[in-house]
């Protein structure tokens, strides 16, 4: 089974709001990750989570806050959003075996409206 | 110069033919390609991956990497309206980051 599901599938949030987006998967892979995508673009990396521990923040601003309770699951918070960051907020996971990382396998996304 | 490079088309073909989609990169560390293929709205889905120069072949898909070109492909036979879609090439030096191709938007007239 490779499935990482989200949710939920779509949010809609005022800016002074506080949300969270979730991610699971049961595919035993040990590194996690967010992606934002906007329309027509690829996938930008935001966070990358490897053995449960934050190991890239591509520069991400504060008011998002990744989170990995578990080597199954990896929470987004959101706080004091912005309208430019409505998008389609991605997670996804890849296997880690030894030193190396392999392909990496997408959620269905959950669509973020901040208004 | 982007690191890699995907035509974003669109590409309109009829039911039936064959899709070839093609990404150019210039970093050598790449040593993972994968494709992906988006529908509208929609999470990308891993299509096929390789680690090394050849084909590839999974039913109606095959996957070409040249690494001494720096060149992969990804060919669609029997192509099907469900194929419209945009393909994402993405490409890995081992350190967690991708690096995605623009996507090229595909549609295949029934």
């Known amino acids: 089974d490779t499935e990482v599901t989200q949710t939920p599938k779509h949010l809609v949030m005022g800016m002074t709001n506080k949300k969270s987006l979730k991610c699971e998967q049961h595919?035993?892979?040990?590194?996690m990750y967010w992606y934002k995508q906007k329309a027509k673009k690829p996938p930008e990396l935001m966070f990358v989570?490897?053995?449960?521990?934050?190991?890239i923040n591509e520069s991400v601003p504060s008011r998002f806050s990744p989170e990995c309770p578990n080597s199954s699951l990896l929470n987004l918070h959101l706080h004091a959003l912005q309208p430019e960051d409505s998008a389609l907020y991605l997670c996804?996971?890849?296997?880690?075996?030894?030193?190396?990382?392999?392909?990496?396998?997408f959620g269905p996304g959950t669509r973020l409206t901040v208004t | 110069q982007k690191e890699v490079e995907q035509d974003p088309g669109p590409l309109s073909v009829p039911e039936g033919a064959i899709v070839s989609l093609n990404c150019t990169y210039s970093n050598s560390a790449f040593q993972y390609f994968m494709w992906y293929r988006q529908y509208s709205r929609k999470g990308p889905e891993l299509l096929m991956y390789?680690?090394?120069?050849g084909n590839k072949e999974d039913g109606r898909f095959t996957a070409q990497v040249d690494k001494s070109s720096k060149y992969i492909s990804l060919f669609i036979r029997d192509s099907q309206p469900s194929d419209s879609a945009t393909y994402l090439c993405a490409m890995s030096a081992n350190d967690y980051k991708l690096s995605f191709g623009a996507g090229t938007t595909v549609t295949v007239r029934a």
């Open positions: 390789t680690y090394s120069s």
């Open positions: 989570y490897s053995y449960e521990k934050l190991s």
């Open positions: 996804a996971s890849s296997p880690i075996l030894g030193d190396f990382t392999y392909e990496q396998y």
């Open positions: 595919m035993g892979h040990r590194a």
